[in-house]
């Protein structure tokens, strides 16, 4: 491609809309244009990079099993009331009328499509597993769409379907796609890590989400240097800490005016956090809920929620706190509690003459005792894991890093099957729902999350794999015959042996076309001047570590070619 | 591709819903279902027909400079109120509202969405000309989705978008892009015409239609044996028809009782069709109109309508007739009419002593003259063409054909682009409109219009270019372990030097295999039965001529190669 048929008009000032990294360069280097809030449009290079994120996509899945079907965007309300979630759904999906007034939407998933389609040809168990899949835009109506591709309204997902006879089945087409997910990610170049992460809202046990570590990530993840264990810290379990018995002390009020803060109070009495019971008092669709956690540690509010089985969950409001419990907002405790649902991490169960709030505005108590002083209603693990917490598997202390969730895996069992009545006939002739997994990748936010891993103050650093072009080739002066010709000479004799090049044609400063091919992030960057044309050397430079090789313009061909696939 | 691996669902009866032969053998054949009315999903044997239809369009596109993007689906509303064709789409748009209460619709088009892109980057003549493209689902809420992929509502579309300096330049791009359909439609396989088209409501003037012939098609279109003229009956031009000069006779009124059609009064009166006035009343948004052509001769509402400049046009009921113009229906004439728009064709000024109706029941008018008798408003040629009409070009009598239209060529001139304000600066530093064309091939619809062209009884004949896969292999019995094996081996074989074959390993009758054979429509089928594990011979069979050849096994990879070039 020559630069001056590129429709890659790249900026020099970051838009003020861009708050991410990738946003702000794919913006810059001319990659996406915005069409309205959480919508773009894809121009030529981005459009490459998503092909071979899609290609790469494609075989993985063709590996294993996989078959490309293509279904509607656009899909009857009908099937969505019979599974109940046109109205779980809510304002996140679009919805619109057609002329006949009759109720559509524009897919956010095919769950719902797929088991129809599947279950109207689908008989015998002679015509399973199927593992069926399609690359497509899904619609997600945000209600802060931001973060350029990374959060959007319109993108593009690779989901994938599969139907089994039965649970060993479902394990089987669960572990060739965990293993296909693996090699994708490998192959676009990204670092990842497969995390055990909670079912949500769409149910079933059993899911895994990849995350690409990346700062800007939105996810917060815990993984184990010493075994492979890694997880969202949503999901992360944890064991009850043991700490040394004690004699159990009279329980006593002591006054501690303005002292609302877990750091007030370990200040003011001069106790370390961990003798502390922190209680948050919670809003939810069930009431209200106490949780109660050791004081240096952190309510998981997805624990919290899977375990009172909760739609909605907030923090409640002062004028909860104060009209329905009768407590004093920064001295709640479980003791006297007027809530009827109070739950204790497990690891509170085992303190001994621990400090809370008193429930009265400026006194806490001391040498409170779990089941002498209060009881919960509940006791289970709803701490979140933090670093340095135990590994759950091998007890090391975990890290914690940041994850931009691309893919996610997940067994979805006969939730839908059974909802939809998509049955076959197993080999006894008895009707039998299917079995199912679901397993998407986020195509479009895979591109964004790559530049989120691969960039620096130049611009995009692309993997090699998915790069738009792999070299761009920059004549010093494109009124220089000489450069010009070789410069030409170098293009076609890469394309002819597939590398993808880009000549740099235009009549522009040589600073121009050297900031733009930082900024697009062409991995390999051919310079066409004067020691080329007088030396017989072309130079050459790597992107990524800012190498200059200089090749013998009788060879170079091999030496690129090496370069490549090296990076 | 083994066939027991292989989504493709037939079905031996045809489903009642599908009324022409593509609809109904895509659904035979496995190729699609249903998702709600117009609203399809494709499988896998149709998806990968699509993407070989995809591949050749942008191969053509790319060769005469296009660049591919890909736009939103969703559009917001602003830029079509732009353009006025936020109202002017009416119930054919699909149109929806986000959680902020925000219009958008599902573009049936981008022109607005390009242009206001193009508009925001491009500054300088320099930048220009622009060719860019994408390949995409378009929406169309059609009153009447009916014949499948022939008139759908969600529909895959290829769309470029010209933008030029200058006229000239458009009729550059205007012209590359004709001879890039060409390409694109001949390496399909498909007969076709590139005819005249009407400009239709997206204005502007030059555009033709790419017409794929076959007898099922919805457009008429008409052609010259002896040149290369072909149009849309609806563009077709056509000259007066000069009669030998008469003496004008005196106007009578004869009595016609219940005559009240052209082929009564001709009938009655004993005179032939071409001496008699054929009158139709139009109801239209600019009020009531009189067209008058001869009388063997039908009225093209088309020229009527733009000619008139009106949005719509239909024919008058009988109350229109009687109550607004006081005239008699079936006895309507120019002579005394209280319309005051009267059309005449250019062939109507060229008669003498004419028959008309007389607007009183019963009777008719003889002698009638024009502008002696009657003074039509508006002379034009606004006549169907008809088969053996001369040709516009060189008067050869023409021959008339239906057609599917699959791709439309548009000059846009300035249209939008002024709408827009999408200028560039020339190259004395003046703001300029940019001059746009479009051009759109509907690539599902491609699809189905070829097998619309190419089937038989027994199913889908595929050119070889767009076939889902070139061979299908079958085994007599699966049973056969040296039959089975050796179908193995040819599978392995066709696959590796890039013959992509199916292998129908399924444990089925041979009946039932070589009748989805023929259904699903494989170039070319191999048995392997006897002769091939005794003999070594396999057997050919071309689906499209029945031929049978019997290859020697030890080159018959050479022997298929060469069949396949042939098709």
């Given at each position: 491609?020559?630069?001056?048929?590129?429709?890659?008009?790249?900026?020099?000032?970051?838009?003020?809309?861009?708050?991410?990294?990738?946003?702000?360069?794919?913006?810059r280097?001319?990659?996406?244009?915005?069409?309205?809030?959480?919508?773009?449009?894809?121009?030529?290079?981005?459009?490459?990079?998503?092909?071979?994120?899609?290609?790469?996509?494609?075989?993985?899945?063709?590996?294993?099993?996989?078959?490309?079907?293509?279904?509607?965007?656009?899909?009857?309300?009908?099937?969505?009331?019979?599974?109940?979630?046109?109205?779980?759904?809510?304002?996140?999906?679009?919805?619109?009328k057609?002329?006949?007034?009759?109720d559509?939407?524009?897919?956010?998933?095919?769950?719902?499509?797929?088991?129809t389609?599947?279950?109207?040809?689908?008989?015998?168990?002679?015509?399973?597993p199927?593992?069926?899949?399609?690359?497509?835009n899904?619609?997600?109506?945000?209600?802060?769409?931001?973060?350029?591709?990374?959060?959007?309204?319109?993108?593009?997902?690779?989901?994938?379907?599969?139907?089994?006879?039965?649970?060993?089945?479902?394990?089987?087409?669960?572990?060739?796609?965990?293993?296909?997910?693996t090699?994708?990610?490998?192959?676009?170049g990204?670092?990842?890590?497969?995390?055990?992460?909670?079912?949500?809202?769409?149910?079933?046990?059993?899911?895994?989400?990849?995350?690409?570590?990346?700062?800007?990530?939105?996810?917060?993840?815990?993984?184990?240097?010493?075994?492979?264990?890694?997880?969202?810290?949503?999901?992360?379990?944890?064991?009850?800490?043991?700490?040394?018995?004690?004699?159990?002390?009279?329980?006593?009020?002591?006054?501690t005016?303005q002292?609302?803060?877990?750091?007030?109070?370990?200040?003011?009495?001069?106790?370390?956090?961990?003798?502390?019971?922190?209680?948050?008092?919670?809003?939810?669709?069930?009431?209200?809920?106490?949780?109660?956690?050791?004081?240096?540690?952190e309510?998981?509010?997805?624990?919290?929620?899977?375990?009172?089985?909760?739609?909605?969950?907030?923090?409640?409001?002062?004028?909860?706190?104060?009209?329905?419990?009768?407590?004093?907002?920064?001295?709640?405790?479980?003791?006297?509690?007027?809530?009827?649902?109070?739950?204790?991490?497990?690891?509170?169960?085992?303190?001994?003459?621990?400090?809370?709030?008193a429930?009265?505005?400026?006194?806490?108590?001391?040498?409170?005792?779990?089941?002498?002083?209060?009881?919960?209603?509940?006791v289970?693990?709803?701490?979140?894991?933090?670093?340095?917490?135990?590994?759950?598997h091998?007890?090391?202390?975990?890290?914690?890093?940041?994850?931009?969730?691309?893919?996610?895996?997940?067994?979805?069992?006969?939730?839908?099957?059974?909802?939809?009545?998509?049955?076959?006939?197993?080999?006894?002739?008895?009707?039998?729902?299917?079995?199912?997994?679901?397993?998407?990748?986020?195509?479009?936010?895979?591109?964004?999350?790559?530049?989120?891993?691969?960039?620096?103050?130049?611009?995009?650093?692309?993997?090699?794999?998915?790069?738009p072009?792999?070299?761009v080739?920059?004549?010093?002066?494109?009124?220089?015959?000489?450069?010009?010709?070789?410069?030409?000479?170098?293009?076609?004799?890469?394309?002819?042996c597939?590398?993808?090049?880009?000549?740099?044609d235009?009549?522009?400063?040589?600073?121009?076309?050297?900031?733009?091919?930082?900024?697009?992030?062409?991995?390999?960057?051919?310079?066409?001047?004067?020691?080329?044309?007088?030396?017989?050397?072309i130079?050459?430079?790597?992107?990524?570590?800012?190498?200059?090789?200089n090749?013998?313009?009788?060879?170079?061909?091999?030496?690129?070619?090496a370069?490549?696939?090296?990076?």
């Open positions: 491609m020559r630069a001056t048929l590129l429709y890659a008009p790249t900026l020099r000032e970051t838009p003020a809309e861009a708050e991410v990294i990738s946003h702000q360069l794919m913006l280097s001319g990659m996406i244009r915005r069409g309205a809030g959480g919508i773009y449009t894809y121009l030529p290079l981005a459009l490459r990079t998503l092909r071979k994120i899609e290609a790469i996509v494609r075989q993985e899945m063709d590996a294993k099993g996989g078959q490309e079907l293509l279904m509607p965007i656009m899909q009857p309300a009908e099937m969505w009331q019979e599974t109940g979630r046109w109205d779980v759904y809510g304002d996140e999906m679009f919805r619109l057609d002329r006949h007034n009759r559509f939407c524009l897919g956010p998933t095919h769950e719902e499509m797929i088991t389609l599947v279950k109207s040809d689908v008989r015998s168990y002679r015509q399973l199927l593992r069926l899949y399609q690359i497509q899904k619609y997600r109506d945000e209600r802060r769409p931001r973060f350029g591709l990374m959060r959007s309204r319109e993108f593009i997902m690779k989901d994938l379907y599969s139907f089994d006879k039965d649970e060993e089945g479902l394990n089987e087409s669960y572990d060739k796609m965990y293993d296909a997910y090699n994708v990610f490998t192959r676009c990204l670092t990842f890590r497969a995390v055990e992460a909670d079912g949500g809202a769409i149910g079933g046990s059993g899911t895994h989400e990849f995350m690409v570590i990346a700062d800007s990530g939105e996810a917060a993840i815990v993984y184990c240097s010493a075994c492979d264990y890694s997880a969202n810290v949503e999901k992360a379990e944890l064991k009850a800490i043991i700490t040394p018995e004690e004699d159990l002390k009279m329980l006593t009020i002591v006054d005016p002292t609302k803060s877990i750091e007030a109070v370990t200040k003011l009495l001069n106790v370390s956090a961990d003798k502390t019971i922190k209680t948050i008092v919670y809003t939810t669709d069930k009431g209200s809920i106490l949780a109660l956690v050791r004081g240096d540690h309510v998981n509010e997805v624990k919290v929620q899977n375990l009172v089985g909760c739609l909605t969950i907030e923090l409640a409001d002062e004028k909860t706190i104060t009209e329905t419990l009768g407590s004093a907002a920064g001295f709640i405790g479980p003791v006297g509690t007027k809530c009827s649902t109070v739950i204790a991490d497990s690891t509170v169960m085992k303190m001994y003459n621990a400090i809370c709030g429930n009265t505005a400026d006194q806490h108590y001391m040498n409170v005792n779990v089941l002498r002083d209060f009881s919960p209603t509940l289970a693990d709803i701490r979140l894991i933090q670093e340095n917490d135990p590994c759950p091998c007890s090391v202390p975990v890290k914690t890093a940041r994850g931009i969730e691309v893919g996610q895996v997940f067994k979805l069992h006969t939730k839908y099957s059974k909802a939809l009545k998509a049955t076959y006939l197993d080999n006894n002739g008895r009707e039998t729902p299917m079995v199912m997994g679901c397993y998407g990748i986020g195509v479009s936010r895979t591109m964004a999350a790559t530049i989120e891993q691969h960039n620096d103050e130049y611009g995009i650093v692309w993997p090699v794999a998915i790069a072009y792999h070299v080739i920059v004549p010093i002066s494109a009124k220089d015959e000489a450069q010009m010709s070789l410069a030409e000479q170098i293009y076609t004799s890469l394309n002819a597939g590398i993808e090049a880009v000549l740099d235009r009549n522009d400063r040589p600073g121009v076309k050297f900031k733009d091919a930082d900024l697009i992030g062409y991995p390999l960057k051919i310079t066409v001047g004067p020691k080329a044309t007088n030396d017989n050397v130079e050459v430079k790597v992107r990524r570590t800012g190498e200059v090789f090749f013998a313009i009788n060879n170079y061909l091999e030496d690129i070619k370069l490549l696939a090296a990076l």
